[in-house]
């Protein structure tokens, strides 16, 4: 029994079987603590943040656990390796070590900060829901892309920096190349402080049917160098925002009604009574109806023309959309043949009339 502690005692006084117990440890440590801290601490935070009845502290109690749990096991594991340090001889081996520990560590970071930039965001959409402000929600949706952009930069500017590289000498390196960059990045540019003005001029906003230049349909998305713009044939048309900050745009989605304008033709041979008639007739139609604005209509014996009397009729749709507007449109249409077949007016169609004398022969 002695000889076989003994023997124990050996294997364990032996440095480098130590060390490997010590690392073992380590790494067992770390998986503990990340199993303790998401378990048992987060649970906390899930329990209040489901009480609250929001989603951006639901969103940062979810996504938090991913990076602290993966830096507190590369951390455990970076902790065990530099047990070895003096058992290495190649410093090369080390420096690997410490520059993928680094790298790996600021990745972490940064996905820390995107958990929270993109928290905040949801933060802020929520907030603009309350307020029913739709430029407070395009703004959180600037601002999270571009702490995204900035974060990004950030972490590869630090990690540069400290992998030994001379970020100002990168910079300088890169002189030469910089009227070719700034070139390249004028339309960029020019679009970002489009989408600003957008933003904050808001000529319309996501869900809105807009037209501007060519393109009309709704607007899905504003991002930083296009609004993308969803056609009524379902083709999705990027338009870039410096273009749409420097053109007209119409939003009919602003609007509350939409127009009704025709001509209604009649036939010659209707006596004048009857055309008074077939006036103040569709004038009561439009007037009665509730699906017509009744504060501004026009019903005009408008033209003479070749083969008919135009009556012009000019009014409002109660509706900005657009099936319920060709319903609307359709059954004033009813309404009016139905009050002309009611008064024997007939209604005209292009046509000509042709007289033949007798020849002088033939008398």
Not at 285 to 299: A, M, P, Q, Y
Request: with cysteine.
């Amino acid at each position: 029994m002695l000889s076989k502690l003994d023997f124990l005692q050996d294997i364990i006084g032996n440095t480098l079987i130590r060390k490997a117990i010590i690392a073992f440890l380590f790494i067992l440590l770390a998986f503990l603590l990340k199993k303790v801290v998401i378990s048992r601490l987060f649970s906390i935070f899930t329990r209040f943040s489901s009480s609250t009845g929001t989603k951006s502290d639901d969103y940062l109690v979810d996504k938090i656990p991913g990076p602290i749990g993966a830096f507190l096991i590369i951390t455990g594991v970076y902790m065990s390796l530099n047990l070895f340090r003096s058992d290495i001889s190649s410093p090369l081996f080390f420096k690997v070590v410490n520059n993928f520990y680094l790298a790996i560590v600021v990745y972490l970071i940064a996905w820390l900060f995107f958990v929270l930039i993109e928290s905040f965001s949801l933060f802020m959409q929520e907030w603009s829901e309350r307020r029913q402000s739709p430029v407070d929600d395009q703004l959180a949706i600037i601002i999270r892309k571009s702490l995204k952009v900035l974060t990004g930069v950030l972490a590869v500017l630090f990690l540069v920096q400290n992998l030994g590289y001379s970020v100002s000498g990168l910079v300088a390196s890169l002189g030469l190349g910089g009227l070719t960059v700034a070139l390249a990045a004028k339309d960029t540019v020019s679009n970002f402080f489009g989408s600003i003005i957008i933003i904050v001029d808001s000529p319309f906003k996501v869900g809105d049917w807009i037209k501007t230049g060519n393109v009309e349909g709704v607007v899905e998305e504003i991002g930083f160098r296009s609004t993308k713009v969803r056609t009524f044939e379902k083709s999705l048309v990027s338009v870039p925002n410096f273009s749409i900050a420097n053109q007209s745009v119409e939003n009919y989605s602003l609007r509350d009604r939409r127009r009704i304008c025709f001509s209604l033709a009649i036939e010659y041979r209707t006596s004048v009574e009857k055309i008074e008639v077939a006036l103040n007739k569709v004038r009561e139609l439009i007037s009665e109806n509730k699906n017509i604005h009744d504060d501004f209509f026009l019903v005009n014996l408008n033209r003479l023309a070749d083969s008919a009397l135009e009556i012009f009729v000019y009014c409002f749709a109660a509706t900005s959309v657009w099936k319920e507007y060709l319903e609307i449109q359709e059954a004033l249409y009813l309404d009016i043949l139905r009050m002309l077949d009611m008064e024997g007016i007939s209604v005209a169609f292009p046509s000509q009339s042709l007289y033949i004398e007798e020849l002088p022969h033939a008398r």
